[in-house]
């Protein structure tokens, strides 16, 4: 009996981590998304029906060959909202 209800435990936290969406920067507040950005360090969110990125706290985040190029996103409370920057490949100017 426990091994049943313990398999049954198991088959239901996997189908919910499964589950999971991305946090959508449409239906929260700027500071939200800009918060989960900074504390994560990357982050992917939704931004809008099937559109997703990956945002980054600084360029420590990106390939050595990328650029941190700033990253504006719709939010529930502001039209255009700074949530941190996307990985962009570039070259460095010297």
Known sequence: MNRAV????LILAADLAAAQSRPS?????????????????????GTGGYTYDRF???RSFCQFDE??????VPSRD???CFVGYRCKSGRYDN
């Open 6 to 9: 313990l398999s049954l435990m």
């Open 67 to 72: 650029i941190a190029d700033p990253a504006w």
């Open 56 to 58: 980054v706290r600084d």
């Open 25 to 45: 920067t449409v239906n929260r507040p700027c500071s939200a998304s800009r918060h989960d950005v900074i504390a994560n360090g990357a982050i992917v969110l």
């Open 78 to 80: 502001t039209a255009s």
